[in-house]
């Protein structure tokens, strides 16, 4: 082991905790779990790099215009079942958020004139889909309603630690079918049940699609448990913007943080897990300055914490084995744009996907992904105007190794690029243009501390849906992981789901 551990480790009696949990980063999965900690009575700090909380949930402001960093199709509002966790974890420190409702989720623009909308009442989306591919009708059906037994069996039951004993065995004798519904999901993918019922091959395609505009891989590879979350909860709970936009989540359990007695600080990078004995027992900021406490949560990637805030040496070996089997998926090109409001006409939705051709569904700037959260929110832009933000998969490695003048012509060409694609669906964008600004995975990097910029792991091979995950607690004493990295995956209200399960398994190592 280096020296520097040994350092780290220093056995000085200043170094008693002084708080129960320390939580790294802001991010939706490390502030779920710091106000469910917090809630229970536990004496949390959450130390932030960036100014704001929220991490890819985040905002900013420019001319008028507030910007959602990442995240805009929220799910996990909805006010019935347990499934509705951002709802849950709000109401769990005493703070709430309006909401508002998007009669649809996606308006997808598809090769061959596949034009549909997936609407929130479940029998218009089928109707919809079943008019385009009438021969598949039962099949459809089959599909769909199958994911609602998924779907389900999560609604029935509390979310909580998949890795705490007494709650699994009092989950399954409350909800005995439900849980074995589960533990036969578990290990399936989306593709091989549509395969089970749909021969068509664009349909396959479309479901692939479905898969893919969330997972960010085709059907084959994305768990059924989380394709049955998604493709049933659009219709139960609903897809619901917060009002203030997507920053005002993070913004609210921060003020529910704080009320319940936890402290956050920003400007906090934190660079290095401190640990004694091989125990995670602290962290030092960029700044030398060190905190310690009872437990340690990553809210970083599993990357950035196993590669970058730990010695390469402590890399466990569940650790190497979990990174032969996932991959970091790319990050994205990020067009944040201010348009006039009369370049849109009435009836137009607020998610939007375009792609021209199937074969580059996966590929480099391939799929296109709209968001206008203006139309649900108008307070979000200046009078008379909307906000456009269109993002498209893209990999670090296209940016990297530019002098500054190219990096700045190759963003200025990707955008053109993006904008005349985008013509297709908004004919007059480029005329309508009122303010424009372009992310590119070294930005996502830059202010989001992802490894690539990184939107997250996805299976490098086909896997046996999502037992792979891990869950929170990690081979290092002390330490646990929480976020997209963790099960069940990206998404809010998926690492809103993680965050209550390591507040849930923190709560029962302290004894709270
Ligand atoms: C373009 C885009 C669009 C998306 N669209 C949607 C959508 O429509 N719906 C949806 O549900 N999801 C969407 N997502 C995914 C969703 O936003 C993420 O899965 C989720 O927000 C990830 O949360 P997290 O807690 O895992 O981590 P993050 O959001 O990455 O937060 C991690 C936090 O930790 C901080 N941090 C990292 N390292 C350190 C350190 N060393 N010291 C201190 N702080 C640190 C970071 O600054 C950050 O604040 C989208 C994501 C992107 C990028």
Redesign the pocket.
Same mark, same amino acid.
């Given at each position: 082991m280096r020296g520097t551990l040994t350092a780290i480790a220093s056995k000085n009696k200043t170094n008693s905790p002084n708080y129960d949990v320390i939580v790294?980063?802001?991010? /939706?999965?490390?502030l779920v779990t710091a106000t469910q900690l917090a809630a229970k009575g536990a004496k949390v700090l959450v !130390?932030?790099? $960036?100014l704001i909380?929220?991490? #890819? %949930?985040g905002y900013f402001e420019r001319e008028g215009y507030r910007f959602d960093v990442?995240? #805009? /199709?929220?799910?996990g509002f909805g006010t019935q079942g347990t499934t509705n966790l951002l709802t849950r974890a709000l109401e769990a420190v005493n703070v709430s958020l309006e909401t508002i409702p998007d009669p649809v989720q996606i308006h997808y623009h598809l090769p061959q004139g596949l034009d549909l909308k997936v609407h929130r009442d479940y029998e218009k989306f089928l109707e919809e889909l079943i008019a385009k591919f009438p021969q598949e009708k039962a099949g459809i059906r089959r599909f769909y309603d199958e994911c609602w037994q998924v779907f389900n069996c999560l609604n029935a039951m509390e979310l909580l630690s998949l890795e705490e004993p007494r709650y699994l065995m009092r989950v399954f004798f409350q909800h005995p079918f439900a849980c074995l519904g589960l533990v036969k999901y578990l290990p399936q993918n989306a593709g091989d049940i549509a395969r089970r019922y749909i021969r068509d091959p664009e349909l396959l395609k479309f479901i692939d699609m479905e898969c893919y505009c969330w997972s960010v891989v085709p059907a084959d590879r994305t768990p059924m448990i989380n394709a049955g979350m998604v493709f049933s909860d659009r219709h139960y709970g609903g897809i619901n913007y917060p009002k203030g936009g997507v920053g005002q989540i993070p913004q609210k359990l921060v003020e529910g943080l704080e009320k319940a007695g936890g402290e956050i600080h920003y400007k906090?990078?934190?660079?290095k897990i401190l640990l004694e004995k091989g125990k995670a027992v602290g962290v030092q900021l960029a700044n030398g300055q060190q905190f310690y406490a009872k437990r340690i949560v990553s809210?970083?990637t599993r990357w950035?914490t196993f590669e970058k805030?730990l010695p390469p040496e402590m890399m466990p070996k569940s650790e190497q084995k979990w990174q032969q089997r996932y991959q970091k998926s790319p990050s994205?090109l990020?067009l944040h744009l201010g348009v006039k409001a009369d370049l849109l006409p009435p009836g137009t939705e607020c998610h939007h996907i375009l792609l021209e051709d199937w074969d580059n569904m996966e590929a480099e700037q391939g799929t296109i992904f709209v968001s206008i959260p203006t139309l649900l929110d108008p307070s979000l832009a200046p009078p008379d105007h909307h906000i456009i933000h269109t993002?498209t998969p893209s990999w670090i490695e296209q940016w990297q190794g530019l002098s500054p003048q190219n990096y700045q012509k190759q963003k200025d060409e990707a955008a053109s690029r993006l904008i005349e694609r985008l013509e297709r669906i908004f004919p007059g964008l480029n005329q309508a243009l009122d303010y424009e600004e372009v992310g590119t995975p070294r930005t996502?990097r830059r202010f !989001?501390?992802?490894d690539g910029g990184t $939107?997250?792991p996805i299976p490098g091979r086909k896997l046996a849906g999502l037992l792979g995950m891990p869950f929170n607690r990690t081979a290092i004493a002390g330490l646990y992981c929480v976020?997209?990295s963790t099960f069940p995956g990206?998404? !809010?209200? %998926?690492?809103a789901f993680s965050g209550f399960a390591c507040g849930h398994r923190i709560a029962v190592d302290l004894g709270l």
């Open positions: 790294i980063g802001s991010g /939706m999965g490390g !130390l932030e790099k $960036y909380p929220g991490g #890819s %949930a990442g995240a #805009s /199709m929220i799910f906090a990078r934190v660079t809210n970083a950035d805030l994205f990020s993002f996502h !989001l501390g992802r $939107y997250g976020g997209d990206q998404g !809010l209200n %998926a690492v």
